[in-house]
Structures are given as structure tokens and as C-alpha cells.
């Protein structure tokens, strides 16, 4: 896939931001009330203005109902569904009971 620019990025967010907020029927301070956010952020964001932090996203993709990947992503694409987040912890999980006792090897 080929890299894109920041602007580009930014006009799809904006584009969708306002998008999914008119269909709901909502002002921009409906909006910012909704995720506790100030209207002149969600205005800048509309205008292609502002580079919100992960948690303003996480914000308006929460009261849009929608992931986050879907306000970065060009309208018409379909996000997989079902599908799990990957476990935290990074390591395998372990098959052992907690307090069963460790198997001895032969010598």
C-alpha cells in the first residue's frame, strides 16, 4: 500500500467526522457535548485544522458509533467484523491449572 500524505489523512477525517455527525442530526456542540469535548475542536477537526490526540478520536468515534479506523478511512470501506483484538500480555497463554503441580521429567 502506498504511504499517505497528513493532509490527506486529515481531509478523510474531517469529511467523515461531519458526516457521520449530519446523520445523526447533530450540531458540532451536539457533538462536543456528547464526548465532552469543546465545539471549537470539533469545529477545527471538521476543518481539516486541528491533529486530535488518540483520546479525542477514541471520544468522537465512541458517540458516532463507529471504530476509530473508520473516521481514517476513505468512505465505502468495509472494516472486518468479528474479529478479535489481539490478547495483551504478548506471550502465549498458559494450558496450566493454578495450583496444579509441575509434571516431573524422567531421568
Known amino acids: 500500500m ?6 490527506y489523512t486529515l ?13 445523526k442530526s447533530w450540531t458540532q456542540y451536539d457533538l462536543a457535548d456528547e464526548t465532552g469535548l469543546r465545539q471549537a475542536l470539533v469545529s477545527q477537526v471538521e476543518a481539516e485544522k486541528a491533529n486530535p490526540t488518540l483520546r479525542s478520536l477514541h ?34 497463554k498458559s494450558t496450566k491449572k493454578a495450583g ?4 516431573s521429567r524422567p531421568r
Open 59 to 92: 471520544r468522537i468515534a465512541s458517540a458516532l458509533g463507529v471504530q476509530v479506523a473508520e473516521l481514517l478511512l476513505p468512505q465505502g470501506t468495509v472494516l472486518a467484523r468479528g474479529t478479535k483484538p489481539a490478547a495483551r500480555g504478548g506471550g502465549k
Open 11 to 23: 481531509r478523510l477525517l474531517a469529511r467523515n467526522v461531519r458526516e457521520r455527525r449530519l446523520r
Open 2 to 7: 502506498r504511504p499517505r500524505k497528513p493532509a
Open 100 to 103: 496444579s503441580p509441575a509434571k
